[in-house]
Each structure stands twice: as C-alpha cells, then as structure tokens.
C-alpha cells in the first residue's frame, strides 16, 4: 500500500528513510535464503522546531539542520542512490471513498476520486497531489483509500533527499507503513484489528478488516482531548457505524519511542483498550517480517523506528490492500 505516489510506480527500493519532527532514520533490507533481514540503519534527532509536520503550511523550517542529518543517516547505511521516504501522518489527509460504479477508465476515476475529496480539501484541489488505492468491495460499491497532500510540500521533501544525493522514488505516510509491516509480518491479521501508531506530535487510528482499512483518523498532539477520548469514539464508530464484531487483534505502535511525558497517557490507553476491547493489547514488532542482524541489539525504541521503514521496504510482499 503506498497512498502518496502510485501503487506499485517503481519497484521497492533497498533502503528507506523517514523524516519525522523529532529525528531522521533509516533501513536497509538485505535477502537471506529466502528472508528479508535488517542489515544496516541509522538514526540522528532532530532539534525541536526543524521540522513541524503539517498539512497546509512548509514542513522543513531549518534547512540546514535537516539536510546535514539526513546526509549521515545516509551515508551510515552505506549511501543508497535510490530510497522510499515515510513523511509524518499529519503532512497528507487520508479518507475513504465509496462509489457504485467505478468508470472503466483511469482518467474518468482520478476525476471521479478529485471531485469527491475536492469538496474537504484544506487548499486549492490543483495544489494537491491525489492518489488513491482500491479497498473493501462491497454490495453497494467500491471503496478506495484516498490520500491528499500538497504538491509543494511533497516536492520539497523530494528535493530534500535529492540534495543529499538519494532519488526518492516512493513517499508514502508512517502508519500506513506501520501497517504494511504487520501485513508483511507472520500471523497477518485476516479479521477485524486495529492500530494505534503514537508519535510526539500526533496519534493515528486505523481500523482494518484483514488487509483492508475500513477506518483512518489521526490527531495532532496538540489538539484538545486525549488518547483515550480518540480510542473511545473510534470504538464506538466501529460498533455503531460499521456494525463491528469486535477485534480479533489490538496492536500498538510508537510506545517504545514515546517522549518520557507520554509515558503514563501511554499505559492509561493500553489498559483501556485491554478493558473496553476485551482483547488483550501487543506491540508491533517489525522482527515478524524482518530478523535482525546478530549486531543490531532489538531496544524498544530501535524496534518502532524500523517499523515503517521495514513496512515500506515490504511493501510489494505484504499482500496489503487499502
């Protein structure tokens, strides 16, 4: 699943990096009899303020900074010509879309997707970059996974790895990565789960039906509310809009890496999913789809960097479908 640029435009690329507010990491994969394997990463932090992710406004505020830590992550994994980016959740909107007829041609549907997020798009609809991915097929039509960034945002990203000498051939969102790495994962989820991705600057929830996701929603740190008022509503969508059975799986992301303040809100929300859920809450692990190097030592907070990067690396193998 890649919701930024076409699924499946360019083949997965051997490394990948993601540019996150607090830090710059990165992967690489190599394939063992068959197994993909970490075999190099490398990740530098970013002072407060460098980069604030964002849907509407520039996202990289000193340039310099960034661009000196991502040419060393860079050159720590061995200076990868060709990469997939993760930027953060909060620089596209994610939405889903149904429609009872599906037009034959590509070019009717790209219209047919535009017009439709057009109406809740934040800027101008020809400033934005549209891509979209199909999903559940129901009786009364086809949904698809819509993301919507701004083109300029995007394009700077690029150039930023382009300055640093890698071609990023694929952008892509972290959580939707998140999610590629479990479906990539042994034990794939096949009935109703869901995620919950935690970063120092915003929170993402998806509920997905097997490979597909049937709901996406983030929220910004900042916001007003908590973790758990966001789980809560989620929770009642499922059970009341989407006539939810109850999750065969509950996983959670981003805790191992979460910022020291966090923590307590952290371990509030897993005991409030364990009770509301009645399902007993687990760490994403990215070593179900990836093993590790005997020199890479599996800390918690290497373990949820190296999701999303091992989730993009995987995308083409994880059988993921919007």
Known sequence: MSILTTLHESPAPAAAVEIAANRVSAASLEWRGGLAV??????????????????????IHDRPVVLGALGRVLERIGRPRRI???????????????FEKVPARTADLDQLVKWQVRKTAPFPIDDAQISYVPGMRAEDGQEFLVSLARRDVIQDYEQLCAEAGAHAGIVDLATINVINAVLAGTGAPTADWLLVNITGSYTSIALLRGPHVIFFRNRAADTDGTLADLVHQTAMYYEDRLKGGGFARVLLSGAGAAEADQTGEIDQIRRSLEERLRTPVDTVDPRAAAALTDRITAAPALLDALTPLVG???????GVAA
Do not use: F
């Not at 075999?39 to 996202?59: Q, Y």
């Not at 993009?312 to 994880?318: E, G, N, P, Y």
């Open 312 to 318: 993009l690396l995987l995308r083409d193998r994880s």
């Open 84 to 98: 997939g980016l993760v930027v953060p959740d909060v620089v596209g909107r994610v939405s889903l879309v149904r």
């Open 38 to 59: 970490v075999s190099a990463h490398a990740s530098e932090p970013l002072p407060a303020g460098a980069l604030v992710p964002s849907l509407t406004a520039a996202n």
